[in-house]
Nanobody, 115 residues
C-alpha cells in the first residue's frame, strides 16, 4: 500500500501564501499520477490540481494562476504552492495518488483563510 501524509496547513490571512507537502511511502512514487483535492464543510470534495508521472499539470478554474502543483521524485513528495489565498480556499486539503485503477488518500490537512 501507498501511505500519504499531508502537512503544512494552518491559519493564513487573505492574500497570504502556504505550501503543502505530501510525503509518500514506497519505491514506486515516480509512476503515480498525483493530485490535490479539498473539501469545505457541507461541500463535496473537489479536485484542485493534478500532475502526471510525466509532469503535465491541470488546475481547477478557481485556483488557476494562484496555485502550483509540483513533484520531487527523489524525495517522494508532491507539493501544492498556494498564493493569493481567498476566504473560499478554506478547506481540508487531501493528497491523492493514482495508478491505473488504484487510488490512495492521505488524512488531510486543514487550511483556514481568515482575517
Amino acid at each position: 500500500q501507498v501511505q500519504l501524509v499531508e502537512s503544512g496547513g494552518g491559519l493564513v490571512q487573505p492574500g497570504g501564501s502556504l505550501r503543502l507537502p505530501c510525503a509518500a511511502s514506497g519505491s514506486l512514487f515516480s509512476i503515480y499520477a498525483m493530485a490535490w483535492y479539498r473539501q469545505a464543510p457541507g461541500k463535496q470534495r473537489e479536485l484542485v490540481a493534478t500532475i502526471t508521472s510525466g509532469g503535465s499539470t491541470n488546475y481547477a478554474d478557481s485556483v488557476k494562476a494562484r496555485f502550483t502543483i509540483s513533484r520531487d521524485n527523489a524525495k517522494n513528495t508532491v507539493y501544492l504552492q498556494m498564493n493569493s489565498l481567498l476566504f473560499e480556499d478554506t478547506a481540508v486539503y487531501y493528497c491523492n495518488a493514482q495508478r491505473g485503477i488504484m487510488r490512495y488518500w492521505g488524512q488531510g490537512t486543514q487550511v483556514t483563510v481568515s482575517s
